[in-house]
Structures are given as C-alpha cells and as structure tokens.
C-alpha cells in the first residue's frame, strides 16, 4: 500500500488529468462504416433465417435458432434458452446464421460503446478524453478504466484497429507504446523455477515454438504454426487452469488429445506442476493467495487433493488463486514500472508523458525530439520494475495513432 498504491495515485491523476487526443472526423467515419456493415449484415442474417425479426431481442432470435431451425439448447437460463457468445459459437459449427450474429452483436457493440459515444466523452474545455483509473476494481490488482474503457478495445481485430486509429498525440507530437512480452508467462517461470520454461526466457526463445517442440516431440525447426497455436493456447490455459475439455473447444480437438496434450505439457514441465499444487495447497491452508509484491486476496473452497479425483480439473477458488498469482504479480509489477517511469520524467525533465494503460502495455506521447531518450528511459525502467529469475523483456513502438503503434 505504502511503496506502490499510494504513489501510484499521483501517476495516475496525472494521467487522468491529461487524458488523450481524439479525432472525431475519424470517429464520424468509422461510425458510417460500421452502421453500412451492420446493415449489411442485418440483410445476410435476415436472408438466413428466411424472414425478419428483431435481432436484438433474445426471446425472438431464440425462437428462431431453437423452434424454427431446431437447433440443439446448449444451456438453459431463467428465461429461456440461452443465446450468449459461447452458445452461438458451438451452434456456429452446425449453421452459418448463429456466426453473423456474434458479428453483428461485436460490430453493434463496438459502435455504441466506442465510436458513437468516444465524441460525447470529450471534454470541451481540452478537447481530449479524460478516462477514470481505478485501484480498487479488480481484485487481482490490476487497473481497470472507465468513462470510457480504453482497456477492452479489441487489439486483433480490423474494427479495433480502426478505433486505435482515432486516438492522437498532442499536436506535432508522437505516440510511443511500451508493452511486456509474455509477462504472465515470465511470472509463471519465475515462481515455478522450471529449469526449461526458464531457459527458454534466458536464452529468449520463441515460448510457445518451445513448448510445441516439446509436446509434440520434434524439432525447433518443425514446429508448424498449427502446433505452435495449439502450444500458446496450452500455456495460458495452464495459467487459467483450463479443463481438457475447455482446450479441446478452443482449440477444435478431440477431449482425449486435448488432455494427452496437457498431461505431455506437465511431463515437461514438471517445476510448473509442483508450483501450481503448491499454490493450491498454500491456499487453502492459509485461507488466501500473495502476489509477488504482498498483495492479499481471500480465496475459500480450494479443495485437498486426496479428494480430488482428477486433479486437471480445477473449480472456481482454484483458478482464481493460480491467477491471482500470476495475473496480480504482472499487475504489482506494470504498477512499479509506471511508478519508476514517471519519476525519472520528471527527473530528467522530459515533456513526454504518460496517457494510458492497458494491463501489460504503456501509452504515452512525446516531442519527437525526445524519442531516443524515452525509448531508452522507458525500456530501462520496465525492465527492472521488479526483479524476476528470468529476463523482462519490452517492446516498443511509436507512431501518429494509436494503431501506428500496434505495427
């Protein structure tokens, strides 16, 4: 609370008080494109369906997906069938129509919450959006921002590129993005001491390459992009303490290779088995989990092993106490960084400053002649924010818009 809550309020006020640019001409644009594409779809889905009906309305797109094309209820709520993003996606791979409308719901979404509100959000007197910062939101530590949610503007898809593209520097100035590379995965290595997961960090290997050549048993060099994707979804699902089950629909594979994938995952893994049953057992001995930098949280119902019967499948307590963990100590440690950047800032006298955060990455804006020293200084401090047994890594990037920066 003393060494990195507490500073950390002037960061950010700082932040909030400075806010960042818009470009609302842009944001107008986007908002025609978008409303051009819904109706777009509006048309397909209506085509689909063999008639109209209210898109929006859970209760008539219900009747439609389970009376009229019989599809299978996945799940059931209070009122009805369900028809929530995971329902519509395992009905996707029996009908094209439930497919349009994730899309149409995720393009309606980001046009109400972004690019039609984002211009009402700006303040007159600065001309930039001033989002709120808060601490004591989500309880694994991280920050959380509102008024408007900077942090939940999707990073790989085209329409959240788009959005990024409407966020500006000062006028004449840069943008310069500072994120972490595969913290949440750095932290694991760090508390598990795996011998391989850290020798890979040391020797900055490609993780996920790695983990798919162990795994699937062949060379660096043979790894296919498809093993490497299943190999990445293994390491956060092992962070998230995902089921066989779980990986096998992420990953469109049969259950019994999903869970012969993980148990190879921990054959070769081992420090990182002992560290997760030791979080385990720690939790529910002592009625809570640390972060790395002493952070509590609470955490009821983990369960004694002996009772378990397959100790892969972790329930609800579980989870939240490995993510805890890990998730709160990449917050505790992007918290530290933010601290050491902003006062060597002000130290050495640079104009640049921070603007936003976004969990592993920093934002902030700079007179182009300050770019070789911010790099330097930004690069510096969050590399050594908080001391781990393997290498921080960050990467950098700078541009006239925020989506310049994702390149």
Not at 28 to 43: N, T
Not at 110 to 134: M, N
Not at 173 to 198: C, G, K, N, P
Not at 294 to 300: A, C, S
Request: with cysteine.
């Amino acid at each position: 609370l003393a060494e990195l809550e507490v500073p950390l309020i002037e960061v950010l006020a700082e932040m909030e008080y400075h806010g960042i640019r818009v470009d609302v001409a842009r944001l107008r644009e986007l908002s025609a494109q978008f409303q051009e594409k819904i109706e777009a779809l509006r048309g397909e889905i209506y085509a689909l369906a063999g008639r109209e009906f209210n898109i929006d309305s859970r209760l008539q797109l219900g009747a439609l997906l389970f009376e009229e094309l019989r599809l299978p209820v996945v799940k059931r709520t209070k009122t009805g069938p369900s028809t929530d993003a995971e329902v519509l996606e395992e009905l996707a791979l029996l009908h094209p129509l439930p497919a349009k409308i994730i899309e149409y719901r995720h393009l309606a979404k980001l046009k109400s919450t972004y690019v039609d509100a984002l211009p009402e959000l700006i303040l007159p007197q600065t001309g930039r959006i001033h989002s709120s910062f808060k601490q004591d939101v989500a309880a694994t530590g991280r920050l959380s921002s509102q008024d408007p949610n900077l942090q939940n503007i999707p990073i790989r898809t085209p329409q959240g590129k788009a959005i990024r593209s409407a966020f500006l520097p000062e006028e004449g100035w840069r943008l310069m993005t500072a994120d972490y590379s595969q913290i949440e995965l750095r932290v694991l290595a760090h508390f598990s001491q795996d011998a391989a997961l850290m020798a890979a960090f040391a020797e900055d290997r490609d993780i996920h390459a790695q983990v798919a050549s162990e795994v699937y048993g062949v060379p660096l060099a043979e790894v296919t992009p498809q093993m490497r994707r299943s190999a990445k979804a293994v390491n956060f699902g092992v962070i998230y303490g995902q089921s066989p089950f779980g990986l096998a629909r992420s990953l469109g594979i049969d259950q019994q290779d999903a869970a012969l994938f993980i148990d190879r995952y921990f054959a070769g893994y081992p420090g990182v088995d002992a560290f997760l049953t030791q979080t385990l057992q720690q939790a529910r001995r002592d009625g809570y989990v640390s972060t790395i930098l002493g952070r509590r949280r609470p955490v009821q119902g983990v369960r004694d092993p002996a009772t378990v019967a397959d100790k892969r499948q972790r329930n609800l307590p579980e989870r939240i106490a490995i993510n805890t963990v890990i998730q709160g100590s990449a917050a505790d440690i992007i918290k530290q960084a933010m601290l050491q950047v902003h006062r060597r800032l002000k130290r050495e006298k640079l104009a640049a400053r921070l603007l936003v955060q976004i969990h592993d990455e920093l934002m902030l804006e700079f007179p182009p002649h300050e770019e070789a020293a911010l790099r330097q200084l930004v690069v510096e401090e969050m590399t050594t924010a908080v001391p781990l047994r393997v290498p921080l890594k960050v990467d950098v990037h700078t541009g006239t818009n925020w989506a310049e920066c994702g390149d």
